[in-house]
């Protein structure tokens, strides 16, 4: 299994709201990729300018290959990361994941 953990900063407080559409819409196509177990996205309460992705996938070429599907390529490419700074983290769980 592959985990990754994304921090988005979006650049500016009026480009909130179209990075937070883009990746609503993003949501449900990750979700239905080869090899996506769960991909959540997180909007922080406390500064509205941080979106969190939580994904897991089957494994590390699952989450390569995703990078060249639709979703990447037309919403968060072009829509988010244009607007905002990414900050990834592969991990290991720890403990037991329900």
């Not at 990754?4 to 900063?9: A, F, G, K, M």
């Not at 244009?82 to 994941?97: D, K, L, N, P, W």
């Amino acid at each position: 299994m592959f985990y990754l953990n994304v921090r988005l900063t979006v650049h500016k407080d009026e480009d909130v709201p179209a990075v937070k559409a883009a990746l609503e819409r993003m949501v449900p196509m990750v979700r239905q990729e080869p090899g996506c177990l769960r991909f959540d996205v997180y909007h922080s309460q406390t500064n509205p300018r941080l979106f969190f992705l939580v994904e897991h996938w089957e494994s590390r070429d699952h989450w390569v290959a995703h990078r060249e599907m639709e979703a990447i390529q037309t919403i968060y490419l072009p829509e988010v990361l244009t607007r905002a700074e990414r900050e990834g983290h592969e991990c290991e769980a720890v403990g037991s994941i329900g």
